[in-house]
């Protein structure tokens, strides 16, 4: 877990604050959820969740794409490549990619379930 970590490079720390970011959105939500609020409020809240889920996906991918170009700008500089070791960077490369797409699917879930427990509470203050 560390390699891949590290392999984030530079955009390790903004992809991890996101990560901080979307778990402190999450609990937020939860609570006022649990309080019972349901205003436009919790739901702003909520959707803030996806919103931050979705740029740590783009800012994951626009890592991959960096990664790759200073990776093609070596190779083409270098008189010879090893496969090897071609692939192995290349692999690396998708490292970004993978935690902001990851962390935009527990995003998307968190959303999901903080949305429906949104839509119980409306209901269930519209029907007193």
């Known amino acids: 877990m560390r390699e891949f970590l590290l392999a984030c490079g530079v955009y390790l720390w903004p992809l991890l604050l996101l990560t ?30 996806l919103f931050w889920g979705a740029v740590a996906a783009v800012l994951g991918v626009l890592g991959q794409c960096t990664g790759i170009y200073n990776a093609m700008q070596v190779i083409r500089a270098a008189k010879a490549v090893s496969p090897a070791l071609l692939a192995a960077g290349f692999a690396e490369s998708f490292t970004t990619t993978l935690f902001g797409m990851t962390l935009l699917l527990l995003a998307g879930l968190a ?9 119980r509470l409306l209901a269930a203050s519209a029907a007193h």
Do not use: K
Not at 111 to 119: E, K, Q, S, Y
């Open 111 to 119: 959303w999901l379930v903080l949305r429906a427990w949104h839509g």
């Open 20 to 49: 901080a970011l979307v778990l402190v959105q999450v609990i937020r939500a939860a609570r006022r959820l649990g309080t019972g609020e349901s205003g436009p409020s919790a739901a702003g809240l909520i959707n803030t969740i």
